[in-house]
């Protein structure tokens, strides 16, 4: 069935150093969508792509959706404490009931 | 707007009890989802609806029911919990023209003992 995959499933990195997560979809997305989950929080929606090759960019953070539409990438410049959290990607199900099929998340610890 | 709420925040039940988790939202939304969410497996469809009346499965629907009587409303029951429903469940919603983006609720931390 369709899979999204995230990695990776962790990351530690020092305040200041850069992050990136991948995201991989089994099969072709119409758009694809990111969520952050600050710890002990719900996922709050980032941003959605939806053309291929797309970048977009909110203050630090890049989202970029490949060009088959089947893998999408978040990177973050020069981490901060405030960006500790699960990153997750989404994607929608092939039936059009707005069902998302989400990856594993990938947790991000910002050490200061 | 209070957007998406969910009562109770926390619940423990011992293995066979029954209980009902509620969802509201004041966006007018029609589609309405139920997740959980255990460590490493990410967000898990359990049912959805697309309107008023209707509701049907997600990936893990097995030893839950839901129903939507009010558009406003999702409610998540579980007839006899089992230590493997221990999770944190959440709901959202979102409008039923695309991009879909869902709203979530704070979730409802579970634990069957």
């Known amino acids: 069935g369709q899979q999204v995959m995230q990695i990776p499933q962790y990351q530690h990195v020092q305040e200041g150093e850069d992050f990136t997560t991948y995201c991989n979809s089994s099969t072709t997305l119409s758009n694809i969508q990111w969520y952050k989950q600050r710890p002990g929080g719900h996922p709050v929606f980032l941003i959605q792509?939806?053309?291929?090759?797309e970048v977009k960019k909110q203050k630090r953070l890049t989202f970029q959706f490949g060009e088959a539409k089947k893998n999408s990438s978040l990177h973050i410049t020069a981490t901060q404490t405030t960006d500790v959290g699960t990153y997750f990607c989404a994607g929608p199900r092939s039936s059009n009931t707005g069902k998302l099929i989400f990856g594993q998340g990938t947790t991000l610890q910002v050490k200061p | 707007n209070a957007g998406v709420t969910q009562t109770p925040k926390f619940r423990v039940l011992k293995t066979g009890q029954s209980m009902t988790l509620l969802c509201a939202q004041d966006?007018?939304?029609?589609?309405m989802y139920w997740y959980r969410q255990d460590p490493g497996m990410g967000l898990r469809l359990i049912h959805y609806s697309v309107g008023e009346g209707t509701t049907a499965k997600g990936e893990v629907p097995d030893g839950y029911n839901v129903s939507r009587l009010k558009k406003q409303n999702f409610l998540l029951g579980l007839e006899s919990a089992a230590p493997s429903q221990t999770s944190v469940y959440f709901c959202a919603s979102s409008y039923s023209q695309g991009p879909y983006e869902q709203y979530f609720g704070p979730g409802t931390r579970l634990t069957v003992t």
């Open positions: 966006m007018n939304h029609e589609y």
């Open positions: 792509l939806v053309k291929s090759g």
